[in-house]
């Protein structure tokens, strides 16, 4: 008898219940889930202090954790309820990878596009410029009505 105390004291021992969440371990779940209250604007459930969700939620992510669900379990749990909405950064990948690369890719089609356009606007007015100052017929005509306006003039003060 004293060894079979002994056995079931040792076996008890051995299956020591699952110690409880640390409020660090919830921070760090909570830190990748967001506020779907409606009240504030997607704010970390880490740090948001709604009393209606907030505050709820984070409880059911220590509950979770302490029935020894891993930090995974507890966030992929979050996102069967609320879907894909309630995580703090969406993944990367079909419409929320478009939804990351599209401000970048429009932001370098913009300065190309101003790039173009100042480069093609410069060249219109060079091209002006040489057309002018390649007419040195067009200059001797000026030159020569100038010459006749100021003998006329010269004419009439006389």
Avoid at 81 to 92: E, H, K, V, Y
Wanted: include cysteine.
């Amino acid at each position: 008898m004293p060894s079979s105390l002994l056995l079931t004291a040792l076996l008890l021992l051995g299956f020591s219940p699952a110690q409880a969440a640390t409020r660090e371990e919830i921070k760090s779940v909570a830190e990748e889930l967001v506020c779907l209250c409606g009240n504030c604007s997607r704010e970390s459930l880490a740090t948001c202090i709604c009393t209606d969700f907030a505050v709820p939620e984070r409880e059911a992510i220590g509950s979770a954790l302490d029935q020894g669900q891993t930090r995974q379990q507890v966030i992929d749990g979050f996102i069967a309820r609320f879907g894909s909405m309630g995580l703090a950064s969406p993944p990367s990948e079909g419409f929320n990878l478009l939804a990351w690369i599209a401000p970048g890719a429009a932001l370098l089609f913009g300065i190309a596009l101003v790039r173009t356009l100042l480069v093609n606007w410069k060249g219109q007015d060079n091209d002006e410029v040489a057309q002018a100052s390649s007419a040195p017929a067009d200059r001797s005509q000026y030159q020569d009505r100038l010459r006749r306006e100021l003998d006329q003039f010269d004419d009439d003060d006389k």
